[in-house]
């Protein structure tokens, strides 16, 4: 079992081999003390496989992130089990981490930042110096090198932030939200740029989102997650062929269906939920399902 | 550069007050600035003032110094271990809050009036600002960057070299910049309270004495060093800051 799906398509990989990520009835809660501890997630099953790109998709206060993070090793289940290839995770060099506030060293440059995510994986510095020259080229942002965050923009500094996750040449690629906070435009050449990134070593991506045409544009299989406790609700398989910058992906029929059935799924969870501002209010039109 | 015009400016308005000033006050308790200017010149050939000054400095360089090598550690300690640091600051606080002229009787009965009994006074004045910054700067280092240099793998201590450090350095220099000021004060307090020597020595024997020339130079004297003092640490905040952009 994959999920506790509701309905939709049976979630199969599209490369069959053993699951690198594999969680088990995972939850976790925050708080706790004197007041009373709100639960994040909740019994969480999910295996993910080599090569594939996961979009997690979820309203806010699903715990997208905790689930990144609980996949990362940076913070420990209540309950259930994770494993990345097999072991308990540990934040280090294997697995990279894209985070949405892009998290740049404001005191050092771009070489200076992209250099200190391979100080465990690399101890030559020179060599270390080589690989963050190469992976930012790869971004594009050779010019910039030597420059300081505060002198990049958006873009710029998210490029950074992905050269430093990449130059570890990471088994796992997780992203939190990485263009939540750029402009429309540049998020969409962002996306791009990440496929075409991906595409040229394909590791498990974990791509956190919660915009529907991010994540079908992206994902090879995406995950629906509801808010309050966060759980999984459903795996669908995007089946849209790749590369997918080469063709006006979202003319086509199959993201038209995809959205709006994600879209309505969306709106549903929404507005059940009690915590959110449109909470019982069934006269907000849904504005995007281009229905 | 224009400001340093602007500033040439003001000295010379200041000036001008200033003797403005002296020929209008009876008794020629405001000296003026030539009178002053002569002063200076006496103390200097006398090898008063260097003598004074060399007393001051030690004293004060020797409070200072320890206070930085006190404060600085046990801040930045009190702001990484957290349990330490929430037991000791509310008595830290305390501490700072008591003025710490009330020390000074109890710090001759125990070191006496010579220059020990000044440079640990000094030293009580220069260290409060300090580590209080030093462990503020520690308290808020950017929890968002430990989880990304954690999630690189980093170890503790690289995390603490590479990313607590370097964003609690400007508070830090704040510190210093405070505790240099408080420093130089309590210099002064303690050589009108224990041994009357140095620099505060001369004050309190030029204004007993309503040496108002000599009286004055002292006092610039003072503000000097104080200015040096302030501008090296701005100097090596720009230095340690270039990435800010405000440097070069």
């Not at chain 1, 080589?130 to 971004?139: M, N, Q, S, T």
């Not at chain 1, 909470?279 to 039109?285: F, I, M």
């Not at chain 2, 809050?97 to 009787?105: D, E, H, L």
């Amino acid at each position: 079992m994959r999920s506790d799906a509701a309905g939709g398509s049976a979630p199969k990989s599209p490369i069959p081999t053993s699951p690198i990520i594999e969680m088990k009835g995972v939850s976790k809660g925050f708080g706790g003390g004197s007041g009373e501890r709100v639960a994040a997630l909740q019994d969480i099953n999910l295996e993910l496989t080599e090569g594939t790109f996961t979009a997690i998709l979820g309203p806010s206060g699903c715990g997208k992130t905790t689930l990144l993070r609980l996949i990362d090793g940076l913070v420990q289940p209540d309950a259930g089990t994770v494993r990345v290839a097999g072991h308990p995770p540990r934040p280090g060099p294997e697995m990279g981490f894209v985070f949405q506030s892009f998290r740049l060293i404001p005191w050092r440059t771009v070489r200076g930042n992209v250099e200190f995510a391979l100080v465990e994986a690399i101890a030559d510095p020179a060599e270390r110096r080589r690989r963050a020259d190469r992976y930012i080229e790869r971004v594009g942002l050779s010019r910039f090198a030597d420059a300081y965050p505060r002198q990049l923009s958006g873009g710029m500094k998210q490029r950074a932030a992905l050269a430093r996750a990449l130059a570890c040449e990471p088994e796992i690629l997780l992203l939190d939200e990485p263009f939540a906070s750029l402009d429309a435009q540049t998020r969409e050449l962002m996306q791009v740029e990440l496929m075409r990134l991906w595409s040229e070593r394909k590791s498990l991506a974990v791509f956190v989102t919660h915009s529907v045409d991010e994540a079908i544009f992206l994902a090879d299989q995406i995950v629906l997650m509801g808010p309050r406790p966060g759980r999984i609700l459903e795996v669908i398989d995007v089946n849209l062929t790749r590369p997918r910058w080469s063709y006006d992906v979202r003319a086509e029929p199959r993201f038209a269906e995809l959205r709006q059935y994600l879209w309505e799924r969306i709106r549903a969870l929404v507005l059940a939920d009690p915590q959110s501002d449109f909470y019982g209010r069934d006269e907000v039109q849904s504005v995007s399902t281009g229905s | 550069m224009k400001i340093i015009l602007y500033r040439i400016g003001v000295l010379v308005a200041l000036v001008l007050i200033w003797w403005f000033f002296s020929t209008i006050v009876e008794r020629q308790l405001i000296p003026s600035p030539l009178a002053t200017f002569h002063a200076a010149e006496r103390l200097i050939a006398e090898g008063r003032l260097s003598t004074a000054l060399l007393d001051t400095l030690t004293i004060y360089i020797g409070g200072y110094g320890a206070a930085i090598l006190i404060g600085i550690p046990l801040g930045l300690l009190m702001g990484t271990a957290r349990t330490l640091g929430k037991t000791l600051d509310i008595f830290i606080y305390a501490l700072s809050a008591t003025p710490r002229v009330a020390f000074i009787p109890l710090i001759i009965v125990f070191l006496g009036l010579g220059a020990s009994a000044k440079t640990f006074i000094v030293f009580l004045g220069a260290v409060m600002p300090i580590l209080i910054n030093a462990y503020a700067g520690a308290l808020n280092s950017d929890e968002d960057l430990v989880e990304m240099a954690r999630s690189v793998g980093a170890s503790k201590s690289r995390i603490f070299r590479e990313i607590v450090l370097p964003g609690a350095l400007p508070f830090a220099i704040t510190g210093l910049r405070i505790g240099a000021t408080i420093g130089l004060i309590n210099t002064v307090v303690a050589e009108l309270y224990t041994a009357v020597r140095g620099l505060g020595g001369l004050l309190a024997i030029y204004g007993n004495t309503f040496r108002m020339a000599e009286y004055f130079v002292i006092v610039f004297t003072l503000a000097f060093i104080g200015v040096l003092v302030t501008t090296a640490l701005r100097l090596l905040e720009m230095r340690l800051e270039r990435w800010r952009g405000n440097g070069a």
